[in-house]
């Protein structure tokens, strides 16, 4: 069964920092392409970030670029997301995905997701 863990939300003043982290288990990590996507009250889900299977291509979201970084460590099947220079309209619920169908800011239909993990920038 596969499965993806989010961890390492919390509530952070503008300015902040915050490191995301999403576990996985039940695939072959290194095969798959992971994305973080975010979620705010009463708007869409928003792509932030992707980052290939070996790691050497990122793509960010015009609104992340220069802020937030992606990364993984295939050796614990990880996959992370810094985040710096927190602002108040960076609050959402963060998501990983799993997803080798894609590599644009739109998740395919075969893509794994967590549960998510709630992320406060306060103002």
């Known amino acids: 069964q596969v499965q993806l863990v989010e961890s390492g939300g919390g509530l952070v003043p503008a300015g902040g920092s915050l490191r995301l982290a999403c576990a996985t288990s039940?695939?072959?990590?290194?095969?798959?392409?992971m994305a973080w996507f975010r979620q705010a009250p009463g708007k869409e889900r928003q792509f932030v970030a992707r980052i290939s299977w070996t790691g050497d291509y990122t793509y960010y979201a015009d609104s992340v670029k220069g802020r937030f970084t992606i990364s993984r460590d295939n050796a614990k099947n990880t996959v992370y997301l810094q985040m710096n220079s927190l602002k108040p309209e960076d609050t959402a619920v963060y998501y990983c995905?799993?997803?080798?169908?894609?590599?644009?800011?739109?998740?395919?239909?075969?893509?794994?997701w967590g549960q998510g993990t709630q992320v406060t920038v306060s103002s």
């Open positions: 039940g695939l072959t990590f290194s095969n798959y392409g």
């Open positions: 995905a799993a997803d080798r169908g894609s590599w644009g800011p739109v998740a395919s239909p075969s893509a794994y």
